[in-house]
């Protein structure tokens, strides 16, 4: 990163490790600090002086899946967009709030750039085509890979989703990190 003086740029002290980045992350993180990511880096919060790891749950897959692009969400939270792993969603203190793949509804893993609308809701332009995100989702989707079998009969009751069918009965946990819901 540099700053330009005059008409010579001056490389910001503390970020010479970014020398050799094409495609940093930058993204404004408070009122004194900068959140920078790294294609396989991981995340760093730049004071104008030193860069400080910024450790998040979404650590191990940001760092094996090529961060591409970032965005600051109306909310808040943070998408992380990676060109092998889609798209993940952080909040301020790095919990995962959401990962969106393929094995998730993701049309492609590649996602090559992010927008929000007026609306809150992200824009991805991806590998195969573009998607719109709405995050967090007003519509909730199970199928095998949360444990979900089929259903002859639905019920919520005290704020938990009971689901019978010809095995018994199963009811859905909240939401973990991640977005997953399993049955039980």
């Not at 490389?11 to 010479?16: A, D, K, Y």
């Not at 495609?23 to 860069?51: E, Q």
């Amino acid at each position: 990163l540099t700053v330009l003086e005059g008409s010579t740029f001056r490389v910001l002290p503390g970020t010479e490790s970014l020398a050799r980045e094409n495609y940093p992350v930058v993204l404004r993180f408070d009122d004194r600090r900068l959140l920078i990511g790294t294609r396989f880096g991981g995340l760093s919060l730049y004071d104008g002086a030193t860069m400080t790891p910024f450790h998040t749950e979404a650590d191990a897959m940001l760092e094996s899946a090529s961060l591409y692009r970032g965005l600051t969400l109306p909310n808040g939270t943070i998408a992380l967009a990676t060109t092998s792993a889609g798209l993940v969603i952080i909040d301020r203190q790095g919990r995962l709030v959401n990962l969106l793949d393929q094995a998730h509804g993701m049309p492609s893993n590649a996602v090559y750039a992010l927008m929000a609308d007026r609306e809150g809701a992200i824009w991805t332009a991806l590998e195969r085509g573009i998607a719109r995100i709405e995050t967090p989702s007003p519509a909730s989707f199970f199928d095998e890979s949360d444990g979900f079998l089929g259903a002859f009969n639905q019920h919520i009751h005290e704020g938990r989703l009971y689901l019978a069918h010809q095995g018994g009965v199963r009811y859905v946990r909240p939401a973990a990190a991640g977005g997953h819901h399993p049955c039980r």
